[in-house]
């Protein structure tokens, strides 16, 4: 039995998954459910990773992504350069050469996740596709955990 949307309703088309480009290079160790914690960069958020480190001028700095509490729906992700070396507790993933930088805490939150870059008429900007939020506030920065 299929549900019908009734004629008033205007249809709405899912936002497409973007596809993640895989880390061979990351340092990642498995998480404690077991499975390997990784993260995931499409083919557009490398590429503006790229522009953007050659633009400051520091091509061999690193993204550092997390998240942290706050916002209006409880945590707000984190997105950043980064010209040192990782912490000790980071996990490091490249990404064609560009190195991501996530701390062990963030990752729980982040594990399975995809940064994509999207430019539109209204916004421009890195954006996390994160299977791991329940619900995610108007501005798009802040989020709620399952």
Same mark, same amino acid.
């Given at each position: 039995?299929?549900?019908?949307t009734p /004629?008033?309703? $205007?249809?709405?088309?899912?936002? $497409?998954t973007?596809e993640?480009v =895989?880390s061979p290079d990351s340092? =990642?160790? =498995?998480s404690? =459910?077991?499975?390997?914690?990784?993260?995931?960069m499409?083919?557009?958020?490398i590429?503006?990773?790229?522009? /953007?480190?050659?633009?400051r001028g520091? $091509?061999e700095?690193?993204?550092?992504?997390g998240?942290?509490?706050?916002g209006?729906s409880g945590?707000s992700?984190v997105?950043?350069?980064?010209?040192n070396? $990782?912490r000790?507790?980071?996990?490091v993933?490249?990404?064609d050469?560009?190195?991501?930088?996530?701390?062990?805490?963030?990752?729980?939150?982040? /594990?399975g996740?995809t940064l994509?870059?999207e430019k539109?008429?209204?916004k421009?900007?890195?954006k996390?596709?994160?299977?791991n939020? /329940?619900?995610r506030c108007?501005c798009g920065?802040?989020?709620?955990v399952?």
């Amino acid at each position: 039995m299929t549900a019908e949307t009734p /004629a008033s309703t $205007p249809e709405t088309t899912p936002e $497409p998954t973007p596809e993640p480009v =895989a880390s061979p290079d990351s340092t =990642a160790s =498995a998480s404690p =459910a077991g499975s390997k914690a990784v993260i995931g960069m499409t083919p557009k958020a490398i590429q503006a990773a790229k522009t /953007a480190l050659q633009k400051r001028g520091t $091509p061999e700095a690193a993204v550092r992504v997390g998240i942290k509490g706050g916002g209006c729906s409880g945590y707000s992700y984190v997105i950043e350069f980064d010209d040192n070396p $990782p912490r000790d507790r980071d996990r490091v993933f490249e990404f064609d050469g560009v190195k991501v930088f996530v701390d062990k805490k963030s990752l729980i939150y982040l /594990a399975g996740s995809t940064l994509d870059y999207e430019k539109t008429m209204m916004k421009q900007g890195f954006k996390f596709v994160n299977p791991n939020e /329940a619900t995610r506030c108007g501005c798009g920065t802040s989020f709620t955990v399952k």
